[in-house]
């Protein structure tokens, strides 16, 4: 199970949920700007996923590291926002940590992009992969 | 699970006033299936433009279409997703955003292309209606 590990928590959301954005002002609603992408993970029999959706960048502006079983995937670059009037996301600056457990095979690791989605794959150590049940005769 | 992606009477954004009546929910949204995309909107000397972050979509699966003065998008994925998510945090399946355009849109010539996970349109301002900074002389 891979646990999720957050830098920046989306509190704020529900603050505004609940209190309607005009106790802040104006200054606050429109600061709201999605900047941390949101991640699915996906498990398989001898795998798991982490997909995240990061639109709009290279392959090149990734920046992904694994150290003492947390893999960390960053991006850091400049954005235009000339002329902007309304803006709701911004997927130019971000760091996103991920728990992984020990049962994977960290040199294995993966990752590719398209489509706007950064996928991960992390295979699974042979121990860890659950195998089918067996029958087994009576001699 | 699917559900109504939006409260009918929150389906138009009344963007170019940056009021955000239909995002106020993303962050309960978000756990469902069913995300709603964001989006950024520049208001440019010659065109407005607009990026809609739908990553992991192919170009058949959104449609655009123009009724009276409201830009509708839609996004459809019919095909079943059966992988097993342990952690689920977006999902662009299904969903329809509203855009009530300005007066000086030239709906005959908008133009729309799907890359690296974004929807971007660029919908050009109508000739006659960009003013140029003009000084007036006194006579």
Known sequence: MLVR??????IPNLWEDFF??????????KSR??????????????????????????????NIKL??????????????IENATQREFSYTSFSRGFNIPETIQNEKIKAEYENGIL???LPKKEEAIIKPPREIKIS | M??????PLRLIDEIFNNERESNKNAFLKESYCGTMPRMN?????????IEIAAPGMKKENFSINIDQMILGIKGDINEEDKREYTHKEF??????????????????????????GILSINIPKKEEQIIKNKQIQIS
Do not use: W
């Open chain 1, 5 to 10: 590990y957050e830098n920046k928590p989306s």
């Open chain 1, 20 to 29: 309607g954005p005009n106790l802040m002002g104006d200054v606050y609603h």
């Open chain 1, 33 to 62: 700007v999605s900047n941390l992408p949101s991640a699915n993970i996906i498990e398989e029999k001898d795998k798991y996923f982490i997909e995240l959706a990061a639109p709009g960048l290279e392959k090149a502006d990734f």
């Open chain 1, 67 to 80: 150290s003492e079983n947390v893999l960390t995937v960053s991006v850091e670059k400049e954005e235009n």
């Open chain 1, 119 to 121: 996928q991960i794959a």
């Open chain 2, 2 to 7: 699917k559900r109504p992606l939006e409260n």
């Open chain 2, 41 to 49: 909107i520049k208001d440019q000397e010659k065109n407005y433009f």
């Open chain 2, 91 to 116: 999902c662009f399946e299904q969903f329809e955003r509203k855009i009530k355009l300005p007066k000086d849109a030239n709906f005959d010539e908008i133009k729309a292309e799907y890359k690296q």
